[in-house]
């Protein structure tokens, strides 16, 4: 045989070569145990464990029905992005219109498609460390160069906004903030966002704010990015319904951005996605209408279970939790007990067959770490608990769970 060229692969695909490996090592090897018939409890992942509320389900059934199955607008279906406007309107003195939202299939690839608008590779962007572990995945496939900003365990990771603004060179072409936040929870203030947009703003440099967890909250009220922000024009806002409603596995998420950019998102999802399902986007939009009783439900059993983790946690001997403000974890601190988080998810998971996530995964700053999610039932949360405190104690863990 002759000798071939070799075919090509991207520059884009390699930079994403062992994506997530190290993070989801923990979790990967619980769900091979799991599957060999083990005894394990998953508490990584923050996947709702809670069914998608019926009457969404019958909605898109109901779409499906009218034959709601065909193309849809790149932008987005304008019922959605209508109910996606008097949602921002809402909560914000700026009016919000449905022409500068853009629907896309899940904040995965809204966050994927704003940075691929407006940044090129090796294009700096500015993040709080520690971050949302997908974020990675964003900005290597983009070529971004991350310049994390250490936040303080003393301070339980609150935002740093001297150390945010020390960061912003002149090399950097967006800052995103993530609140409330992945992994910790915390919840940034009017103040804290209205402080940050003018000097972005006045730095010339964007401003993005990940607003999944805006609905689960248990303290105050969320406070969006656009609400705070004195001007519009480099601010970007993304949310989505996998959190709130329940709805990971529907993959709906949008972007409210400035005109100046709306037109190039719409153009990247025409090229990508080309448009979500239209019964999807139906059912979406009926969701953000009917959604008061149940995400409130939801939110009320989130607060549950952080009450008890966090009560839990704290009666264990050499580990201890700070209770989050909001979304839908808890992260324990490990360095009494364990030379890092990484080794204590290991031992839990040999020991105990419970598997939580290692801190490093979002930061340096979280190495001492590990992040547990509230997505699984009190009862099970409980097992769990057992398991690691008999573990702690000396006890067979296995046993006690
Ligand atoms: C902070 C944060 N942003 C974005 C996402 C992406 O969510 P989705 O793509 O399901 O909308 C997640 C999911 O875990 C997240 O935690």
């Not at 009218?66 to 949602?87: F, I, K, N, W």
Request: glycine fraction near 6%; proline fraction near 5%; charge should be negative.
């Amino acid at each position: 045989m002759s000798a071939q060229k070799p075919l090509s692969i991207s520059q884009l695909a390699h930079r994403l070569d062992g994506e997530a490996s190290e993070v989801w090592a923990v979790h990967d090897r619980a769900l091979d145990m799991k599957a060999q018939g083990e005894d394990v409890i998953l508490l990584c992942v923050g996947d709702p464990d809670f069914p998608t509320p019926e009457p969404i389900f019958y909605q898109a059934l109901a779409a499906m029905k009218r034959d709601r199955t065909h193309y849809s607008p790149a932008q987005g279906e304008l019922a959605l992005r209508q109910a996606v406007a008097e949602l921002e309107s809402k909560t914000s003195p700026h009016p919000c219109d449905a022409d500068d939202i853009v629907i896309f299939p899940g904040g995965t690839n809204a966050l994927y498609s704003v940075f691929s608008c407006i940044c090129n590779a090796g294009d700096e962007v500015v993040v709080p460390d520690p971050m949302y572990v997908g974020y990675c995945g964003v900005f290597d496939a983009v070529g971004i160069k991350t310049v994390p900003v250490p936040l303080k365990a003393e301070a339980n990771f609150a935002l740093d906004m001297d150390a945010m603004k020390a960061a912003i060179t002149e090399n950097t072409k967006a800052v995103i903030v993530n609140t409330p936040g992945n992994p910790c929870g915390n919840m940034m203030s009017r103040e804290e966002l209205a402080e940050l947009a003018a000097y972005t703003h006045e730095r010339g440099v964007w401003l993005i704010s990940d607003e999944v967890y805006s609905m689960i909250t248990f303290k105050q009220r969320h406070v969006s990015l656009r609400a705070a922000a004195a001007q519009l024009d480099n601010v970007i806002m993304v949310d989505g319904l996998s959190k709130s409603h329940a709805m990971s596995g529907w993959r709906i998420g949008w972007v409210v951005a400035p005109q100046s950019l709306v037109p190039h998102l719409t153009n990247l999802a025409g090229a990508s996605v080309f448009g979500c399902p239209q019964f999807i986007q139906d059912a979406a939009a009926f969701a953000l209408r009917h959604d008061d009783y149940y995400v409130a439900q939801m939110r009320d059993e989130y607060k549950k279970r952080r009450d008890f983790l966090v009560a839990r946690i704290n009666e264990m001997p050499g580990v201890s939790a700070e209770s989050p403000d909001a979304g839908m974890f808890v992260m324990m601190r490990t360095d009494k007990v364990a030379a890092s988080g990484q080794v204590f998810a290991e031992r839990l998971l040999d020991e105990a067959g419970v598997s939580v996530v290692p801190g490093a995964g979002f930061g340096d700053v979280t190495a001492d770490y590990v992040r547990i999610t509230l997505a699984q039932p009190i009862d099970i949360l409980a097992q769990a608990m057992a398991r690691m405190a008999a573990m702690l104690n000396g006890d067979s863990a296995r046993v006690a769970g």
